[in-house]
């Protein structure tokens, strides 16, 4: 039961954890329904609890009916009810979170974006990838690293075409490009420093797609610096200041932008990341990142100026940085292009992203010549 750990060290209770844990493997489709349970008495054993503690999580499964109980088959995954009252108590939470949300001061884009996250992250691996667009198609498939202009420019793109649809999902820079690359997605967002050169994002194209078969175009510069709470109670100026004995910071994931800045900052610091306390977690966005940091998981994090602003955030800027689009060049022909170059040289977009704090939009819509 590679889905189910325990934490003897958490203030929840252990059947609560069994609870909770059973119905996470449920939604990433690590569970299905008709999926046979262990016995009372074979969990009980395996995880060291006495047997009422697996029973009283068992019974509030099934009172939730996450599970069924059978005589002489024990317990299984039951089917999901899509009740209409469990429609109502989805939609009383989700309004008190985004009452709370608004009330704490963090935007309606900055709350959609968590949703969207928290919603990509429950994804099951097994699910089919859409194949990527292809001449009139209307939906544009990305993939990338996560930035708070693309909702800006899906809504911008949508009010110029209203047939045509831009989903995006957070993955990572380098992960973005090796979709583009396997023809998985129709665009990539990427911001890789090669630094050797200084350059943006040319180098990892280079080492992975054939000449001349992939294009850049400039979304946005970009401040990125150390996110931190109010008053800095760390005093944090520099990244050779994360060496401090018990501070808590949370990474980005392997492969992303974010994580390769951090490491060529802490080589130009003379650091290596075995030299500073493990991170004590690892998230795959800016703004869960801030996140960590506002609910005090982590004490800072390497982000986006927007991000600390909408968790209302301190931020120590530390870099400036560029956030391209990648396109197959076998793409730029095709009419959903056309419509998304059309967009990007509005003076709509060019003014909503210069309204993001820490954002430049001077270079929106600049193609750099790909070598």
């Known amino acids: 039961m590679e889905w189910l750990h325990l934490d003897r060290h958490a203030a929840e209770p252990m059947y609560r954890q069994i609870v909770a844990q ?61 009740s209409p009252e469990a429609a109502v108590r989805l939609q009383a939470t989700v309004e008190t979170l985004v009452r709370d949300g608004l009330a704490a001061g963090i935007s309606l884009e900055a709350l959609t974006t968590l949703v969207r996250e928290e919603g990509e992250r429950w994804r099951p691996a097994s699910l089919p990838m859409r194949q990527a667009v292809t001449g009139n198609e209307r939906q544009v498939r990305f993939e990338g690293s996560h930035d708070f202009s693309l909702d800006l420019l899906g809504r911008e793109l949508h009010k110029l075409d209203p047939g045509l649809d831009l989903k995006w999902q957070a993955v990572g820079s380098m992960a973005g490009l090796r979709a583009l690359v396997n023809g998985e ?39 990125q610096g150390l996110i931190v709470r109010h008053g800095n109670p760390f005093g944090l100026r520099t990244i050779a200041d994360l060496a401090q004995p018990g501070l808590r910071f949370v990474a980005r994931q392997p492969g992303s932008g974010t994580a390769a800045l951090y490491h060529h900052l802490l080589t130009q610091a003379g650091l290596t990341p075995g030299q500073l306390e493990p991170p004590v977690r690892t998230v795959t966005t800016h703004l869960a990142a801030a996140a960590a940091v506002a609910s005090h998981r982590a004490d800072v994090a390497l982000g986006l100026h927007t991000a600390a602003k909408a968790m209302d955030l301190a931020f120590i800027p530390l870099t400036i940085e560029r956030y391209d689009l990648a396109v197959r060049t076998s793409d730029m022909d095709t009419p959903w292009f056309a419509s998304l170059l059309e967009t990007l040289v509005t003076p709509a977009l060019h003014s909503a992203i210069q309204a993001l704090p820490g954002y430049d939009a001077m270079h929106t819509a600049w193609m750099p010549h790909m070598p």
């Open 22 to 82: 059973v119905k996470a493997a449920c939604a990433r489709g690590q569970l299905r329904p008709g999926d046979r349970l262990p016995t009372i008495r074979a969990l009980a054993e395996h995880l060291g609890l006495h047997r009422n503690t697996v029973l009283l999580a068992y019974q509030e499964l099934s009172n939730q009916g996450v599970i069924e109980s059978r005589p002489g088959r024990g317990a299984s995954i039951a089917e999901p009810v899509r």
């Open 185 to 223: 997605a129709d665009l990539a967002g990427m911001h890789l420093l090669d630094p050797i050169t200084g350059t943006y994002n040319q180098a990892a194209i280079a080492a992975l797609a054939p000449a001349g078969t992939i294009q850049l175009i400039t979304l946005a510069e970009r401040e």
